[in-house]
């Protein structure tokens, strides 16, 4: 299985909702990632975890905490988020060790509007 | 801090046409990465490169890897309108665990 995936695909939340994003790999890998991605940007990291650890946090709102329950999986919880978060949330994993490299499998992101 | 800088951001060209992308890097490396990513849709891993030198081909796609000039190149033959997309250059130094991407080159293939 060489895919990442995404639930869901499309989510429209208030600015009080509370929701969560979820990634799921099955390729062994031990590296996840979230990224935001804006409209004819370059996806932005937000998140690494390296063996279900959080590694990298790139000064991230509070209001973004992300969770690894373990190897496989990876959420996004989203609180009182602003109209400006809207983008499309990417996941992302790939291999971690002494001989490998960073080539990350994206899936298909989740599109989020704050309303 | 390591830039990544494409160029160009736009092109737009006829099909049939050779043309080629380029991707500038601020910091040594020898492990670059392009993707492929169609409007709305995620990122596609096409080129894995991890050496100076290094050359990988995909049907009208090949792209190359300079690291001493911190270069490297997408160059695409006899396009066809199949390859519009935006294609994004990123780079990693090794033990950083992270990626870090070019502004994108916005690719319009025209019959």
């Known amino acids: 299985d060489t895919e990442v995936t995404q639930t869901p695909k499309h989510l429209v939340m208030g600015m009080t909702n509370k929701k969560s994003l979820k990634c799921e790999q099955h390729?062994?890998?031990?590296?996840m990632y979230w990224y935001k991605q804006k409209a004819k940007k370059p996806p932005e990291l937000m998140f690494v975890?390296?063996?279900?650890?959080?590694?990298i946090n790139e000064s991230v709102p509070s209001r973004f905490s992300p969770e690894c329950p373990n190897s496989s999986l990876l959420n996004l919880h989203l609180h009182a988020l602003q109209p400006e978060d809207s983008a499309l949330y990417l996941c992302?994993?790939?291999?971690?060790?002494?001989?490998?490299?960073?080539?990350?499998?994206f899936g298909p992101g989740t599109r989020l509007t704050v309303l | 801090e390591l830039k990544v800088e494409q160029n160009p951001l736009f092109l737009s060209m006829q099909e049939g046409k050779n043309y080629t992308i380029y991707c500038n890097y601020s910091?040594?490396?020898?492990?670059l990465y392009w993707y492929r990513q169609d409007p709305g849709k995620s990122l596609e891993s096409l080129f894995v490169?991890?050496?100076?030198?290094a050359v990988k081909q995909e049907g009208r796609l090949m792209a190359s890897l300079d690291t001493k000039a911190r270069l490297s190149t997408l160059h695409i033959t006899a396009a066809v309108h199949d390859l519009s997309a935006t294609y994004f250059c990123?780079?990693?130094?090794?033990?950083?665990?992270?990626?870090?991407f070019g502004q994108g080159t916005r690719l319009t293939i025209n019959p």
């Open positions: 992302a994993s790939s291999q971690l060790g002494r001989d490998s490299y960073n080539e990350q499998f």
């Open positions: 390729m062994g890998h031990r590296a």
């Open positions: 975890y390296s063996y279900e650890k959080l590694s």
């Open positions: 910091t040594t490396s020898d492990r």
């Open positions: 490169l991890l050496s100076n030198g």
């Open positions: 990123a780079v990693d130094i090794q033990g950083a665990q992270k990626l870090v």
